[in-house]
């Protein structure tokens, strides 16, 4: 799919963009991309392509979802507080922003998880044929979710380029 490889790319963009910044933010980055790699493999998207179209085993979901509530989880409990700290330190606009996109990116939470509630409790054969529907949905959550964790990340890094610049 088109729309992976797309992820992939902003992601070495936003890695060349802010890499380097913050010891937090490059593990968050590096984790995105351990997860987007996982999620390739997983829906059998190239180079990872499943050659036989077999189903991914129990132990390759749940590995993928531990992945996934974990950056969410540093996400929500790491990165953004401490986005938050720096917009409102940046001013209005930037914690404008931070209240605006930290509920959008709720969503995609929401929706991780209720991917992971289904998947690592045992899944039977009927769950099974539902997950290449559900990871396409999984992936744009999350590729929404990317973009609007990217404009947190250019707000404060803009602010924080221009505080070093002053």
Same mark, same amino acid.
């Given at each position: 799919?088109?729309?992976?490889?797309?992820?992939?790319?902003?992601?070495?963009?936003?890695?060349?963009?802010?890499?380097?910044?913050?010891?937090?933010?490059?593990?968050?980055?590096?984790?995105?991309?351990?997860?987007?790699?996982?999620?390739?493999?997983?829906?059998?998207?190239?180079?990872?392509?499943?050659?036989?179209?077999?189903?991914?085993?129990?132990?390759?979901?749940?590995s993928f979802c531990?992945?996934?509530?974990?950056?969410?989880?540093?996400?929500?409990?790491?990165?953004? %507080? $401490?986005?938050? =700290?720096?917009?409102?330190?940046?001013?209005?606009?930037?914690?404008? !922003?931070?209240?605006? #996109? *930290?509920?959008?990116?709720?969503?995609?939470?929401?929706?991780?998880?209720?991917?992971?509630?289904?998947?690592?409790?045992?899944?039977?054969?009927?769950?099974?044929?539902?997950? %290449? $529907?559900?990871? =396409?949905?999984?992936?744009?959550?999350?590729?929404?979710?990317?973009? !609007?964790?990217?404009? #947190? *990340?250019?707000?404060?890094?803009?602010?924080?380029?221009e505080a070093e610049?002053?």
């Amino acid at each position: 799919m088109e729309e992976d490889d797309a992820m992939l790319t902003k992601l070495e963009h936003a890695v060349n963009a802010w890499g380097g910044a913050n010891k937090l933010v490059d593990q968050w980055l590096e984790n995105r991309r351990e997860l987007l790699i996982t999620y390739c493999q997983l829906a059998g998207l190239p180079p990872y392509d499943k050659a036989d179209g077999a189903l991914p085993s129990e132990e390759q979901i749940k590995s993928f979802c531990n992945q996934l509530v974990d950056y969410v989880s540093a996400g929500h409990f790491e990165v953004y %507080d $401490q986005v938050a =700290s720096a917009c409102e330190r940046n001013g209005k606009k930037s914690m404008a !922003l931070a209240e605006t #996109l *930290l509920p959008q990116i709720s969503a995609s939470t929401d929706i991780a998880l209720d991917f992971n509630d289904k998947y690592t409790n045992g899944v039977d054969e009927e769950t099974l044929m539902q997950l %290449d $529907q559900e990871l =396409s949905q999984l992936g744009q959550a999350m590729e929404e979710r990317f973009e !609007l964790e990217d404009r #947190l *990340l250019e707000t404060l890094h803009s602010h924080h380029s221009e505080a070093e610049a002053s």
